[in-house]
């Protein structure tokens, strides 16, 4: 009669990781295309920003999709 509906608190940070990660993508890709806007940066030419937020959207798309709620639910319904 008593369902569980607990999510997976590594669900939610996947979802916020993919959200930061998304954010600081889109963020540092002016720089990357338009070189000449940039003040004196030193390793400006690496592109942190860029290679930081792939790789935080990278992982909360991990997250998200291994901790993802209806998964859960068809592993208990199956048995």
């Given amino acids: 009669m008593h369902e569980d509906h607990c999510i997976s608190i590594w ?3 996947g979802s916020l990781l993919t959200v930061y990660g998304f954010i600081i993508v889109i963020a540092s890709l002016p720089a990357v295309f338009s070189a000449a806007a940039q003040p004196h940066v030193v390793l400006a030419q690496l592109h942190a920003g860029l290679w930081w937020g792939a790789a935080l959207l990278l992982l ?10 209806a998964k859960k639910d ?4 199956e048995s």
Avoid: K, L
């Fill in 11 to 13: 669900f939610f940070i």
């Fill in 60 to 69: 909360g798309i991990f997250y998200v999709i291994t901790y993802w709620p």
């Fill in 74 to 77: 068809q592993q208990h319904s």
